[in-house]
Every structure is written in structure tokens, then in C-alpha cells.
């Protein structure tokens, strides 16, 4: 489809709002877009996020019931993978391993505060 050219968003449920836009902006250096809370007051909201490079925006909700938080995997790409992996934990980011080094690229990865998993990625193509 000709009429199709980039992802514009993503929805990630969450379980605190609040800690996960504090972990998105302060320890990965999002943006954050916008914060709304007119659904139902008090109880449901969503913080849209932007990566520091730009890119698709990335919505923290707990707007919808059929979304749980955890359940997602996202890759973040990087020119130095070890320059990211040391700024990571200087921010004392917790990492799931060690730089690996594949076929494809060099990659690590960590959890969001509500499990949802991240690989940070220098690809070799």
C-alpha cells in the first residue's frame, strides 16, 4: 500500500502511570508529548512519549481493561551500543545481560517498570 509510509503510535498499558513516565523521561531520555486524564476523571489517563531521536510516539495508558501491562516487546536502535549500555547504567538502569554480540548486531535488554521488555540494538546492516 502506496498510501501507508510510517508508524505513528504504539499503546502500552501500564500500571502506574506516573512511574512510567518518570522512568521513560528521566532514565531513557524520552519527550513526553502530552498527558491527559479526560476519560474518566481520576481513573483513566495515557502520557504520550516521543524516543530522543524521534520517531513513533509511544502512548502510557490505563485507559484500556484488554491491555496488560508487561505483555510488550520493543526494539530502540543506537549507534554505540556500549556507549548506551554505560549511560544506562550510570542512570542505575537495571539491564537484563551483558552486550551480545550476533549475526545481526549488538544488542542488550531491560524491563520497564511494568515488565515490558526492551532490546536496545546497534545493527550491523
Known sequence: METIDKLNMLQMAVTDVDKAKEFYTDKLGFKATSDSKDFRPGKDRWVSIVPPGGGATITLTNVFENMKPGTMKLYLSTPDVEAAYKELKAKEVKTNNKIN???????????DPD????????SKY
Open 101 to 111: 554480540d550476533d549475526s545481526w548486531g549488538k544488542w542488550f535488554d531491560l524491563n
Open 115 to 122: 515488565g515490558n521488555r526492551w532490546l536496545i540494538v546497534q
